[in-house]
């Protein structure tokens, strides 16, 4: 009894070139070994054998392709990344172990010294402390800029500016960039436009259709969308996924099999969520804006927040994120976090469960206190990640948490 790889039926991938998200999410990027497995097989293996010494010198010199190495490719991570290029819209992607592997990857492949980066100021706190510590060591400096001011990312660019890096939505105030005028600004001055794509993800808005040339996420938020692993993804067109590849395999902050099946799980489902998580958000964002002791909501799926119509024209959706700020300063924050007894008090975010975070002394507490002021992290922030539960559990839990933050 033997099985064929031919009895496996794989889908053609050019029969996926129309397929829209939802399809692409569960069905692009597998291919069916000779077992014929429905669902992804994972690959635990650190390395590959050959059927001869003259294969494995092919291999070797990259004649042939194949797997050689799991630190280089890994079938479970190719299914995973394959997924991914197919849903961003890009040429190739390369899987990391962490988001910030994404976002260091794709720096340390694309920069040398004395090179020169305009970064949004409200990137993820890391990120930042990647930039400004790490990068700066090695002469590649970096400007921090407005993320919805396009004149600031103008004025900011040297003629060594050779990348844009931007977050939108931003964490935790929830603006929004113009990803087309933004592109087309480094273009200008040939520099290139890298999107972390976290907030979104593919299910929302397609920053390569915008005119990014390159996205970064951290799988670990909406793309695993349980709280489960840690991971990172990079996608763009050969041409730049060459150089992030190379310097990967190189350096080494590879992502495992089973990590990436724990993700290829969690995109099959990514589509769905993100409708529910967004539809979730904005119901709470509107329940929360008629509780008297809240002062203001942040979240661009409101019709008056400032960069409402910008998001409408380039997301499809607004997102789980929340923030809002209470009445008062950090003892009224803390306590409404306190009250709340379903909601998760972490820093997490993009989970099935519902998390809440003061940003202001956890996710932001590095910045300084001029930094907080410029970047809106004020005391009384609260920043929500709304969850798939039931929305009158949750409006319950928040509503103790309220009831209680103002005595
Ligand atoms: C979490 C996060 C990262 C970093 O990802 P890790 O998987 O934690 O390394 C980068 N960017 C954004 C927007 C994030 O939320």
């Not at 497995?37 to 092919?58: C, D, G, K, L, N």
């Not at 990312?153 to 990348?163: D, G, H, I, M, N």
Request: hydrophobic share 40%; with cysteine.
């Amino acid at each position: 009894m033997s099985t064929r790889y031919e009895d496996a039926r794989p889908i053609p991938q050019s029969q996926l070139d129309d397929a829209r998200l939802e399809t692409l999410a569960i069905r692009a990027g597998h291919t069916r070994t000779a077992e014929l497995e429905h669902s992804e097989a994972i690959f635990p293996t650190s390395s590959f054998v050959y059927s001869s010494a003259a294969q494995a010198a092919a291999r070797f010199s990259g004649e042939e392709p194949g797997n050689i190495y799991s630190r280089f490719t890994n079938p479970t991570v190719r299914y995973f990344e394959e997924r991914m290029a197919a849903m961003e819209g890009g040429e190739r992607a390369v899987a990391t172990a962490s988001g910030m592997a994404a976002v260091l990857s794709t720096l340390m492949a694309l920069l040398q010294q004395g090179d020169h980066i305009v970064c949004s100021r409200g990137v993820f706190g890391t990120t930042t402390v990647l930039l400004e510590k790490y990068m700066a060591r090695f002469g590649v400096e970096t400007t921090f800029v407005d993320l919805v001011d396009v004149a600031a990312w103008k004025a900011a660019v040297r003629p060594q500016t050779k990348l844009f890096f931007l977050e939108t939505p931003a964490n935790p105030l929830g603006e929004i960039a113009d990803i087309r005028a933004l592109a087309d600004l480094a273009h200008d001055v040939d520099a290139l436009l890298v999107v972390d794509n976290c907030f979104c993800t593919p299910a929302l808005q397609r920053p390569l259709a915008l005119g990014a040339d390159l996205i970064v996420h951290s799988a670990t938020k909406y793309l695993d969308g349980q709280g489960r692993c840690i991971g990172g993804v990079v996608v763009g067109p050969d041409r730049l996924m060459q150089e992030v590849y190379g310097f990967m395999r190189s350096a080494g902050p590879s992502m495992s099999p089973f990590n990436a099946w724990v993700f290829l799980k969690g995109l099959e489902t990514l589509p769905l969520r993100m409708r529910a998580h967004c539809e979730a958000a904005l119901h709470i964002a509107e329940w929360l804006r008629q509780r008297p002791e809240v002062e203001t909501v942040l979240y661009a799926g409101l019709s008056d927040h400032p960069q409402h119509e910008l998001a409408k024209s380039q997301q499809s959706g607004f997102g789980g994120i929340v923030s809002f700020r209470v009445k008062g300063g950090r003892e009224e924050a803390w306590r409404l976090i306190d009250a709340t007894r379903i909601i998760s008090i972490t820093g997490n975010l993009g989970d099935t469960r519902t998390t809440v975070t003061h940003p202001a002394t956890t996710t932001h507490g590095r910045l300084s206190e001029e930094n907080k002021q410029r970047n809106g992290i004020s005391e009384n922030l609260i920043r929500l990640s709304i969850g798939l539960e039931h929305l009158d559990d949750l409006k319950a839990d928040l509503g103790r948490g309220l009831d209680s933050c103002q005595r």
